[in-house]
């Protein structure tokens, strides 16, 4: 990292020395519930091609016909009808300061967020912007031949590129959701690397802020030309609050010939959004995508990240923690599918449950009986704080192919009386030497993530357990 | 000088009493030596002491300095300076033992002195290597997750090295010696001495007489049915050594029933 990297992102949350500009756009939101009248209004308002009119509206008709799924996750709660599909989001974030719930405030204040940044995370008060600090880097990314914009101008910018790929790794009719997100997306990124390229910073980790931006229904189109790479750092470990309920993102992602990508995601939704997220990336020969997830917060979380594994020699690997508090449901897991030969995947889920939370891994490896000589490892932790929280994994192998090396390891453990009273005996209590133990189960994917985002994360698994033994 | 009492101690485990009027008093900087057979409630007494809830006590106390602590909960009695070098270490996998030390001397002296602000990095890098050099050890092994994968010397060695960094004014090492090396013996008996040395009331609890060939114990006492049945210098436990327990079970009896490990 340069020292002008250093420096700008220093100036992050020093107060206000970079102005912000506030485009002042005409404001537009649609009315309550979906139907072709809003697909269309959305689509006008964006000044979209005709094209991607007629995908909305063909996605719109497809999710018309599909059934909220029943599989997973309890969605009785979730009301469709009662949902604003389309809202500027600065529009949404005109709420005061006094309105944003105590609990987020104080999880701010732990966090050491400065109070620009909080009430900016929060979507009310005055907007904090890094237009300036955007600019420097975008400077240097667009000398390499990158491009990092928003998906809107992406398409608009770029429309070549971006119809080639767009929805070519999720269509709409992939599922539920991702036909419904296909109908109403907006706001999210558009980001493609050049061939041999790589992108030495994280991508979006400077712009953690703009998250309190991100829309119910963000789709983001990540491209890796051959032999590029690129990390791409989503979200931020403070708590998204929301007075919508409901987020549905479609990630999608093309790693082509030997190019590797990083997606990693730290969310911490507010206790009452459901969640569920679509992500998927194509990975060509000899590609490698990984995905890191850490899930916090939400109602209900359903996100299965997937890796195609479509070009020989294709790795792809998920490493996934999540933590399911009172009253949440942490349905999450991976999907790995072997297409070609001599491809391998790794999948290691960590969960964490407590005061009647509950999580699930669900998995599926699928390995196409093309996919000679292909390996796959799939490792689950569990880990229970109390007797009220429940874990379960759904493991789905399903194996055409000769020569193949698959594992499965499965464990469910509890905090025991007796590493309690080791570390009580020296000296900690019993909420620090949970918090001790349950940092330390997650510490192998803490020590994936980029310094700031690892600082955070155990801060923020320390408020979690706070109250949490009683 | 400050003293950890054990008055008429009755423990039950299980329903069974383990210890049976126990009686011992510990001042800050002696060493005694605390042996016997399997099975007598040597290990019992050292996790009731440091607070373990699976222990009942019946009657008796354990004081510090004429306090009682058994209304303390194991963090408390850790804060109040007690310290105990576990028999079988556990894992804390993830966590690693330098970070582990970190977190519990700033518990500890923040529990003593609440405006205490944590030690700095850099500090607490600096005890922590001045402490390892007196066990000679790697500095290496700081940065490994907390007993995961060591073997039986290195978790022994690595519970006397936190002894060394929270410097506790009362100290219970339960069987230390079993699965320490000859070289590593010494290595660690000899931080022990250096430690203790008037600061440090130590208990040192042993089958073998072969750790008190380096730490010299200023009391030996020997264990039998839940109790003290004899108490001396250095050269019971050299009795011990050469005659084995087998004078203390015709003079003493045999066990009652419900004494096993």
């Known amino acids: 990292m340069t020292d002008n990297h250093q420096d700008i992102l220093q100036s992050i949350g020093s107060g206000d020395k970079y102005g912000f500009s506030y485009p002042d756009d005409s404001i537009f939101t649609s009315r309550k519930g979906l139907d072709e009248e809003v697909v269309r209004q959305i689509s006008a308002y964006k000044e979209e091609p005709e094209w991607m009119l007629e995908f909305r509206l063909n996605a719109f008709r497809h999710f018309s016909k599909r059934p909220i799924p029943t599989w997973g996750a309890d969605l009785s709660g979730l009301n469709l009808e009662e949902i604003i599909y389309y809202a500027r989001p600065r529009q949404i974030d005109q709420k005061s300061w006094e309105d944003v719930p105590e609990n987020i405030k104080n999880t701010f204040d732990r966090l050491g967020l400065p109070e620009a ?354 | 000088m400050t003293e950890l009492e054990i008055r008429n101690l009755h423990v039950l485990v299980n329903d069974k009493e383990i210890i049976r009027d126990f009686n011992l008093t510990i001042r800050q900087g002696e060493i005694h030596a605390l042996m016997g057979p399997n099975g007598t409630g040597k290990s019992t007494l050292a996790y009731t002491i440091m607070g373990h809830p699976r222990y009942q006590i019946t009657s008796g106390d354990v004081l510090i300095d004429g306090e009682s602590i058994l209304g303390l909960t194991p963090d408390e009695r850790a804060h109040k300076g007690i310290f105990l070098a576990f028999q079988y270490p556990v894992s804390i996998p993830g966590v690693s033992l330098a970070n582990f030390l970190r977190v519990a001397l700033n518990a500890r002296n923040k529990a003593v002195n609440p405006d205490d602000k944590g030690i700095s990095v850099v500090k607490f890098r600096q005890l922590l290597k001045s402490k390892m050099d007196l066990l000679k050890m790697d500095y290496q092994f700081a940065s490994r997750y907390l007993n995961e994968g060591f073997s039986g010397g290195e978790k022994k060695r690595a519970e006397i090295l936190q002894m060394a960094v929270l410097e506790p004014r009362f100290a219970i090492l339960d069987e230390t010696d079993s699965g320490l090396d000859i070289d590593a013996l010494r290595i660690v ?73």
């Open chain 1, 117 to 470: 940044e909080q009430k900016y995370l929060a979507g009310v008060g005055a907007q904090y912007d890094s237009e300036m600090v955007y600019h420097n880097i975008q400077e240097s990314l667009e000398k390499q031949g990158v491009i990092f914009l928003s998906i809107e101008n992406g398409l608009k910018q770029h429309p070549d590129l971006f119809r080639e790929h767009f929805a070519s790794v999720v269509p709409f009719s992939d599922n539920t959701f991702a036909a419904l997100n296909s109908a109403v997306w907006s706001g999210g990124s558009f980001v493609y690397v050049p061939k041999g390229v790589h992108v030495d910073l994280p991508l979006q980790a400077y712009f953690r802020l703009n998250m309190a931006n991100i829309g119910q229904f963000e789709r983001s189109l990540i491209i890796a030309d051959e032999g590029a790479q690129v990390h791409y750092v989503e979200g931020c470990t403070a708590p998204l609050y929301r007075t919508e309920s409901f987020h549905s993102g479609v990630i999608e992602i093309v790693v082509k010939k030997g190019a590797r990508v990083r997606y990693t995601t730290i969310q911490n939704w507010s206790t009452n959004v459901y969640n569920l997220v679509t992500q998927r990336a194509v990975v060509e020969e000899d590609g490698t995508m990984e995905w890191v997830d850490a899930n916090l917060g939400s109602k209900v979380t359903m996100k299965y990240p997937a890796c195609f594994l479509k070009g020989p020699g294709a790795h792809g690997e998920v490493l996934s923690v999540a933590f399911a508090g009172p009253g949440q449901h942490q349905d999450a897991g991976a999907k790995m599918i072997h297409f070609a030969p001599n491809t391998s995947s790794k999948i290691t889920s960590k969960s964490i449950s407590r005061g009647n939370g509950r999580s699930s891994y669900r998995g599926l490896v699928r390995v196409a009986s093309a996919a000679e000589n292909s390996r796959s490892n799939v490792v689950c932790d569990a880990l229970l704080l109390d007797h009220e929280s429940r874990s379960d994994t759904y493991p789905t192998m399903d194996i055409k192919a000769k020569d193949v090396q698959i594992g499965h390891e499965a464990t469910v453990s509890k905090i025991g009386e007796e590493q309690l009273f080791y570390l009580n005996s020296r000296g900690l209590s019993d909420e620090e030497a949970t918090t001790m133990v349950v940092s330390g189960f997650i510490e192998p994917l803490v020590k994936e993530l980029p310094m700031e985002y690892a600082v955070e994360m155990n801060k923020l698994i320390q408020i979690q357990m706070t109250g949490s033994v009683g």
């Open chain 2, 189 to 261: 008996s000899e931080g022990v001495n250096t430690l203790a040395q008037g600061h440090i009331g130590v208990l040192v609890i042993t089958h073998y007489q072969r750790m008190l060939n380096y730490i010299t114990p200023d009391f030996v006492h020997i264990m039998y049915g839940g109790r003290i049945v004899e108490s001396g210098k250095a050269e019971l436990a050299l009795r011990l050594e050469e005659q084995g327990y087998e004078w203390i079970r015709e003079k003493y009896g045999v066990l009652p029933d419900g004494i096993h490990d």
